[in-house]
């Protein structure tokens, strides 16, 4: 996992160092400018290169950059309107200037760069780029667009670095192949557009940890961003032995072919049994339902037999009171679709042991909120969720919360891919978290939140096996190879812990 820090905390982290531990600022923006440099030196060796260059310390880390460059062979021209604002980076632009490096309008910068860095403005960003740092940002996009590499240092300008939002218009935000981001992650890069913006991000470690160790507040995480390799941990573990009811009874109360692509996903699972309730009326609607699932009328929910319940696919007006039925069911609840809205008229009971999966329209019906409001600050919206129950925000760059007193800090997923954006997906996803809760539960061996996210990942993570323009069903499909393509072990088979 990546802990994924917010722009306040990253720049009290810098000052701490600086402040507190006396490391020298210059000393840190040089361990900076030399991981970027070398960066670019990997991917692009003997590449012109163009850095332009703001008046703060993202600018001073630019210019120390480019001095590195210089000294490997790289012919390099630098675009720094005016004199920097800060101590260190004034001596950096003072050493660039004796070193004979070429300062040149930005024209003239940009002009046949194959790569082209924008260290114009870092994370404390407030407003959309004016000036001079606009007129960057309009270089890099015609550059990009003529075919150059643009790599962003800490973050694209123009981009918020917590809610990942233009600061400013669309076309008034640098659109990056790499962004070499300083330190630790931040939600801007992991959030819609700005993990788009963002390109390829690689984290250049240079030390901010150790403020951790000054002012143990510092170390509070916001985020942490799941890998692959993190998903064995977080899927819950089988025995050795064990029959179908050890591995759990997923209920799925849903209709048409929303409800069998639930089903899908939950025996994707790896769950022992998976149930629809449905109306008999109802059974013939269900084309393609796998044979292993069982059919039965939504009275035959038993809590004595089901461990956990999956409502509101494809349910429509019905949700609600499917929803609120379950007043009475003592075990989990996922719920979904139609039913969202109405986790309102929930009891507080029902919504302890509520998990939901909005996508960011039903996340703002529920809140009374515009949707562009919930997109904007992705993060806020989570928190504002969070006493409907535990929620998994789906969209790019999905975030699952953590329980009322759960440790840790919410998880978010790297995906954002289109080819998830289909009808269905998100029936699939609500299957097989359901078969996940229930499995967990059946093993009691895995944390609600945990089990969440290795579900969402999953389903994500399949959009590396996916063909263009792909189907909510072979989104289902999918999820085997993904399973044992990440964990090594066959689809709902974890290795067991230990």
């Known amino acids: 996992m990546k802990p994924v820090f917010r722009g306040n905390t990253i720049r009290a982290m810098d000052a701490c160092l600086i402040e507190r531990l006396g490391l020298p600022g210059r000393q840190l923006m040089e361990h900076a400018a030399h991981a970027a ?25 630019g210019l120390a950059m480019a001095r590195w460059l210089h000294l490997w062979g790289h012919p390099v021209r630098i675009w720094s309107p005016r004199q920097p604002d800060g101590d260190d980076a004034r001596a950096n632009r003072a050493l660039v200037e004796r070193l004979g490096l070429p300062l040149m309008n930005l024209d003239a910068a940009v002009q046949g760069a194959r790569v082209v860095v924008d260290a114009l403005l870092g994370t404390g960003q407030r407003a959309g780029p004016q000036g001079a740092a ?98 064995q941990a ?83 007006a019905a949700a609600r009171a499917a929803l609120l039925r379950l007043e009475s069911f003592p075990g989990l609840v996922l719920v979904d679709a139609d039913a969202i809205v109405h986790l309102n008229e929930a009891s507080a009971g029902l919504r302890a042991r509520v998990a939901f999966t909005p996508h960011s329209a039903e996340a703002a019906r529920l809140l009374g909120l515009r949707r562009g409001k919930v997109e904007a600050d992705r993060l806020e919206a989570l928190r504002l969720l969070r006493p409907f129950g535990l929620p998994v925000l789906k ?25 998830l954006a289909t009808g ?10 359901g078969g996940l809760m229930a499995r967990a539960v059946c093993k009691q061996n895995a944390p609600l939140a945990a089990t969440l996210a290795a579900g969402a ?18 989104i289902a499909a999918a999820l085997p190879e993904a399973w044992s393509s990440l964990t090594g072990a066959p689809a709902g088979s974890a290795r067991p812990r230990g």
């Open 37 to 61: 440099a070398l960066a670019v030196r990997r991917r692009w060796p003997g590449a012109a290169v163009a850095v332009l260059c703001g008046p703060g310390n993202n600018g001073g880390d």
């Open 134 to 231: 606009l007129d960057g940002v309009r270089a890099c996009r015609s550059a990009r667009a003529a075919g150059a590499a643009i790599v962003c240092l800490d973050l694209p300008t123009g981009l918020h670095t917590d809610t990942g939002q233009p600061l400013g218009g669309a076309d008034e935000v640098v659109q990056a192949d790499l962004t070499l981001t300083f330190g630790f992650m931040k939600p801007g890069l992991v959030s819609a557009p700005g993990c788009a913006l963002a390109g390829e991000v690689e984290v250049v470690d240079i030390g901010l940890g150790l403020s951790h160790a000054v002012d143990p507040a510092l170390g509070y995480v916001d985020l942490m961003l799941l890998e692959d390799s993190d998903l």
């Open 234 to 316: 977080l899927l819950p573990a089988d025995g050795q032995l064990g029959a179908k009811w050890d591995r759990g009874h997923v209920a799925i109360q849903a209709s048409g072919g929303a409800a069998v692509l639930a089903a899908e996903g939950a025996l994707s699972a790896g769950v022992g049994l998976v149930t629809v309730l449905c109306p008999r009326e109802d059974w013939g609607r269900l084309h393609g339902l796998a044979p292993e699932v069982v059919l039965a009328p939504p009275e035959a929910l038993d809590p004595e037999r089901h461990d956990v319940v999956v409502v509101g696919p494809g349910l429509g």
């Open 395 to 419: 969209g790019p760059g999905t975030l699952i919360a953590q329980p009322p007193g759960g440790s840790g800090a919410a998880f978010a997923l790297p995906f954002a891919d289109e080819r």
């Open 424 to 433: 269905g997906s998100g029936d699939v996803l609500a299957g097989l978290l």
């Open 457 to 474: 990942y999953l389903h994500g993570a399949t959009s590396r096996w996916l063909p263009p323009r792909a189907r909510a069903s072979q």
